[in-house]
T-cell receptor, first 115, second 113 residues
Framework: EAQVTQNPRYLITVTGKKLTVTCSQN?????MSWYRQDPGLGLRQIYY???????DKGDVPEGYKVSRKEKRNFPLILESPSPNQTSLYFC??????????????FGSGTQLSVL | DQQVKQNSPSLSVQEGRISILNCDYT??????FLWYKKYPAEGPTFLIS?????DKNEDGRFTVFLNKSAKHLSLHIVPSQPGDSAVYFC????????????FGKGTKLSVKP
């Protein structure tokens, strides 16, 4: 089954404790992206990757890191989480970025709470 | 500055009636528009899209209308069903190698039996 898999689904942590949210897709997609969803703010892009070893900042990259060592994986790293990073996070992928209207496939989300 | 605006946070409609969700945009370079649907505890899923060279695209009960001069698009759901209750996100793209999807804040649709 074609899918984007994020782990964990729920995560509670404390300020300053490094964490990684994993994302994997099995569709051989080139483009992957991370979003956060906050009440009243909709979906905002954190980072994206056009292909292996190619990453770039989205609209709200501060406090986050990503890596794209393999095509299928795109982990989101919070080196020193803070309470304002409490949010619902979504990983997404698409076949080719730049092809007009290429639709994104989303994971099920990771609800992160930073205390 | 918000480039894609969904000014109605919520909408309530009776089952069987039409649901109309609206979206406005400011960037005239947007050339592709998409609607995503999101249920609680799930990721958004693609619903329907439209290219800027068209003014209408239909897929079953779902129709998207684009008015480029007004920089406005709308999603019509006819007839509405309780299973359509979800948050709907409008998204726009400029395409090209630098293009990324810009999402609106979403509209929560409630379809009452």
């Amino acid at each position: 089954e074609a899918q984007v898999t994020q782990n964990p689904r729920y995560l509670i942590t404390v300020t300053g404790k490094k964490l990684t949210v994993t994302c994997s897709q099995n569709m051989n997609h080139e483009y992957m992206s991370w979003y956060r969803q906050d009440p009243g703010l909709g979906l905002r892009q954190i980072y994206y990757s056009m292909n292996v070893e190619v990453t770039d900042k989205g609209d709200v990259p501060e406090g986050y890191k990503v890596s794209r060592k393999e095509k299928r994986n795109f982990p989101l790293i919070l080196e020193s989480p803070s309470p304002n990073q409490t949010s619902l996070y979504f990983c997404a992928s698409s076949l080719i970025r730049g092809k007009k209207g290429e639709k994104l496939f989303f994971g099920s989300g990771t609800q992160l709470s930073v205390l | 500055d918000q480039q894609v605006k969904q000014n109605s946070p919520s909408l309530s409609v009776q089952e069987g009636r039409i649901s109309i969700l609206n979206c406005d945009y400011t960037n005239s370079m947007f050339d592709y528009f998409l609607w995503y649907k999101k249920y609680p505890a799930e990721g958004p899923t693609f619903l329907i899209s439209i290219s800027s060279i068209k003014d209408k695209n239909e897929d079953g009960r779902f129709t998207v209308f684009l008015n480029k001069s007004a920089k406005h698009l709308s999603l019509h759901i006819v007839p509405s069903q309780p299973g359509d209750s979800a948050v709907y996100f409008c998204a726009a793209s400029t395409g090209g190698s630098q293009g990324n999807l810009i999402f609106g804040k979403g509209t929560k649709l409630s379809v009452k039996p």
